[in-house]
């Protein structure tokens, strides 16, 4: 069973860059078997999808975040990773990770990051 851990700073400053990794054991980054993706849901809303790595490398954004999200992985370490740049304190979120194959999902157990000055 694929399980996946996010870490990464719990607060952000206005204006810098969010920056998480998933950390996968469990299955292979690279294998062709999963889908590599970052969700977030912000207070009091809905999960959002950002954007998704596949076993290629090649990636996918959402159309709304597309201009300040970066997703890589590292097949070494079996990571990926986030970047979103420029944040507000409305990127204020749970950020997932998760792992979707054509028969199954696994999530990692999220972590909060605030944006605040």
């Known amino acids: 069973q694929v399980q996946l851990q996010e870490s990464g700073p719990d607060l952000v400053k206005p204006s810098q860059t969010l920056s998480l990794t998933c950390t996968v054991s469990?299955?292979?980054?690279?294998?062709?078997?999963?889908?590599w993706s970052w969700i977030r849901q912000p207070p009091g809303k809905g999960l959002e999808w950002m954007g998704v790595?596949?076993?290629?490398?090649?990636?996918y954004y959402s159309p709304s975040l597309e201009s300040r999200t970066s997703i890589s992985r590292d097949t070494s370490k079996n990571q990926f990773s986030l970047q979103l740049s420029s944040v507000t304190p409305e990127d204020t979120a749970v950020y997932y990770c998760?792992?979707?194959?054509?028969?199954?999902?696994?999530w990692g157990q999220g972590t909060q990051v605030t944006v605040s000055s």
């Open positions: 998760k792992a979707t194959s054509t028969s199954s999902s696994y």
């Open positions: 790595i596949g076993s290629d490398g090649t990636t």
């Open positions: 469990g299955g292979s980054i690279a294998t062709r078997l999963y889908a």
